[in-house]
């Protein structure tokens, strides 16, 4: 059975950071792409970035280019999202996901397994 565990949601004001992680187990976790997606109020979920196996491929999107990294660690299967400089509009449930290949991809129909998310709010 594959999990994935969110935490390190919270409330910040804009300009602050915060850190997510997402543990995985029930797979082995080095051989699969992940990422981060997340669910505004009254909005769809949308992609925010995106990691392959080995970390060499990393994409994001452009909302949040040059504010946030992602990153993974295998040894520890961990998911990161290190987010800075955070604005109102980042207000949103972020989820991790886990896609069967291990190429970095952004759409969302290729992720077959989710986090339950964490809540990060932003405020102004």
């Known amino acids: 059975q594959v999990q994935l565990v969110e935490s390190g949601g919270g409330s910040v004001q804009a300009g602050g950071s915060l850190t997510l992680s997402c543990a995985a187990s029930g797979r082995v976790f080095s051989r699969y792409g992940m990422g981060w997606f997340r669910r505004a109020p009254g909005k769809a979920r949308e992609f925010v970035a995106v990691i392959s196996w080995s970390a060499a491929d990393k994409y994001y999107a452009e909302s949040v280019e040059g504010r946030f990294t992602i990153s993974r660690d295998n040894a520890r299967n961990i998911l990161y999202l290190q987010m800075n400089n955070l604005k109102p509009e980042d207000t949103a449930v972020y989820y991790c996901?886990?896609?069967?290949?291990?190429?970095?991809?952004?759409?969302?129909?290729?992720?077959?397994?989710w986090g339950q998310g964490t809540q990060v709010t932003v405020s102004s």
């Open positions: 996901a886990s896609r069967r290949f291990g190429a970095a991809v952004i759409a969302e129909r290729e992720y077959d397994y």
